[in-house]
């Protein structure tokens, strides 16, 4: 029987500490453990913490946004520069062009119109970088036959034409497009590992059985090391088989689009709750908000029942938050990345609002922190940065008073995927997914940065570095 012995860990502020991990746990924690067979790892003073757990991104997107050309700042600031970069773009096996990343200031409002005169040649579907809205261009209109095609996301104009704007239709998007093979998830997988995330929720809603697949397939051939829970499980459908994959609640959409009735959203809910599975609703405004507090009064709640992203959340409905017992799910990334567009395009009475955490953690809301990647930063450690700063990339400040000191911030990315906002920790028993760092805890989280991460251990193998 082999495993391995880590030698002089800090853990948990302690140092000279030594971890026995055998069989996929940690075995055993003290000062000079004897060896008994096992490697030996050094870990030179440095913090050993739990993997690190995104809680929200979408790996098959994450892998898809790698093939694709940016199409918004920084990459991309205005028009010349766009249509200069949909030209450059190398197309997909089927003659496409996939761009990601857009948004209004680079070149307005764009629907097929104004795409042709960027790029007309190819067809084109360029992602708002919202995740929300595809833009697509005459030609892929007509590729795809959208003028023959009845779905509720297809923008019409006054005579029944599409518009090229198709809202929260990626189900529809992939019925239509040709079928490619799936992207490969192993550049995806050894990122998150460098990163120090040993499991990921997968975010997607209405996961497509070939999508579920593509990621179980390349759990089960090691391209994918990380444990991924899915939110987009199917209700009728049973768990992945595979190990480390497993089932999280379902995720709805409130789309701000198309706000749904009071009475549809509840009885999703319901139908959620009666499969035995608790809601992670993705939920952006204060109405849609509003909406899904009372969708939950007539469903009625069930433990683990989630908020995926609360982008905007008003003082008074923090309170009705805990008393639901609702776990939030947010990406303080953001405002590293898109806080001077909340900053001029967001009322400034509800600044104040935008992307909480310190006053949800201090009302009793369970907090975790996660990425939303490819939509958000990937790197954990930044998202924690912007979480303690709260600053946007001029440097100005998104509601202060909701900074998290370091050590909370880490903690909301330690959190159990079985129950977030409570942070796993070092201890006898646990999985052995392990993050060495190449310094202390407290030297790391004065200045977090992914350059801290020396090693990773998923399952007691190692992963990343040495």
Known sequence: MTG???????????AGVDLRLRDGRIAEIGPSLDRRGEDELDC???AALPGLWDAHLHLLALAAADRSVLCGPPAVDDRAALAAALGAAAADPSGWVRGVGYIETVAGDLDATALDRLHAVRPVR????????????????????????DAPGIERDGAGRPTGR?????AELRRLLPQDPPPDLRAVGDRLTRLGITAVTDATPDLAPEALAAVTDAMKSGALPQRVQ????????????????????YKIVIADSALPGLD???????????????????CV??????????????AGPLSGDRIEHAALVPEELVPDLARRGLTVVTQPGFLAHRGEDYLDGVPEDEHRDLYRCRSLLSAGVP???SSDAPYGPLDPWAVIEAAVTRRTAAGRVVAGDERLDPRQALAAYLADPAAPGTPRRIRTGAVADVVLLDRPSSTVLAGPDAGAVRAVLIGGRLRSGT
């Open 285 to 298: 405004t204060r109405a849609a908000l509003v909406l899904l507090l009372a969708a939950l009064d007539v």
């Open 264 to 282: 549809d959203l509840a009885a999703r809910i319901a139908g959620a709750h009666a499969a035995g599975r608790p809601v992670a609703v993705h």
């Open 166 to 170: 198709l809202w929260r239709s990626d």
């Open 4 to 14: 391995v012995l880590l030698r002089n860990a800090e853990v948990d502020g302690r």
């Open 230 to 249: 899915f939110l987009g499980v199917p209700l009728d459908q049973p768990a992945p088989g595979v190990p480390g994959a497993s089932v999280g609640p």
């Open 367 to 369: 907090l975790a922190l």
């Open 126 to 149: 360029m992602q708002h970088r919202s995740g929300a809205l595809w833009m697509l261009n005459s030609a892929a209109i007509e590729w795809l036959r959208l003028a023959g095609t």
């Open 44 to 46: 030179r003073g440095g």
